[in-house]
């Protein structure tokens, strides 16, 4: 989280909120000038990055929310760009009507290596089902990186099941060889979709 927060130029206009949802204590930490929001889980000591992305360019900007509130059982958000007040739910799968992108990205697969290992296959587990009858079924996308991190390959898209198959496990193949790899899902979705788990495929030669 330093070395993403260290780079942003302009700090003066950062901004930071909190609030507690679903046995959850979060806080929101947006620089507007660095275009990024970052989250602190206090109950599960973690960090993660959220984002909105913006209609037609597909780009990812800092959430908007200038303050978050309960009032009358809803969770409210002020928007600092133009003063709309939206509902923050999660039993809705939407950004205002638009798909939400959700991405994962795994720590480097061995943590510590003096051997190459080869990738045969990774299969994803995830939990969906609630795609909408009149809506495509959504696609996952997985990004290899093979230099721990550093840089990351082509896109390799798979689609998941629909409507009423509550169980996807989407499969890659033949991802080569390296001495340690970083996995990256994405899917851009307007439903449910939860990661339940990764399996790897895998040999090494010391």
């Known amino acids: 989280i330093s070395r993403n927060i260290a780079p942003i130029p302009e700090q003066s206009d950062a901004f930071m909120y909190a609030y507690q949802d679903l046995g959850h204590k979060f806080v929101y930490l947006s620089f507007v000038s660095g275009n990024r929001t970052f989250v602190y889980d206090r109950t599960e000591g973690v960090w993660h990055e959220e984002s909105v992305r913006l209609v037609p360019s597909a780009q990812q900007a800092f959430l908007p929310w200038q303050s978050v509130v309960?009032?009358?059982?809803?969770?409210?958000?002020?928007?600092?760009?133009?003063?709309?007040?939206?509902?923050i739910s999660d039993s809705v799968y939407t950004d205002n009507g638009n798909p939400i992108v959700r991405s994962l990205k795994l720590s480097v697969i061995?943590?510590?290596?003096?051997?190459?290992?080869?990738?045969?296959?990774?299969?994803?587990?995830?939990?969906?089902?609630?795609?909408?009858?009149?809506?495509?079924?959504?696609?996952?996308?997985?990004?290899?990186?093979?230099?721990r991190g550093k840089t990351f390959g082509t896109e390799m898209w798979r689609k998941t099941a629909g409507n009423g198959s509550y169980v996807c496990r989407p499969v890659w193949t033949g991802l080569g060889a390296a001495f340690g790899v970083v996995l990256w899902f994405q899917f851009v979705a307007n439903q449910y979709i939860s990661f339940r788990g990764v399996r790897i495929e895998a040999e090494g030669n010391s």
């Open 70 to 87: 309960f009032n009358d059982g809803q969770l409210l958000g002020l928007n600092r760009n133009n003063g709309e007040i939206a509902v």
């Open 110 to 147: 061995p943590k510590e290596a003096s051997w190459k290992t080869y990738y045969k296959s990774v299969e994803l587990f995830c939990e969906m089902g609630n795609t909408p009858v009149d809506k495509e079924n959504p696609s996952v996308m997985l990004c290899v990186s093979r230099d």
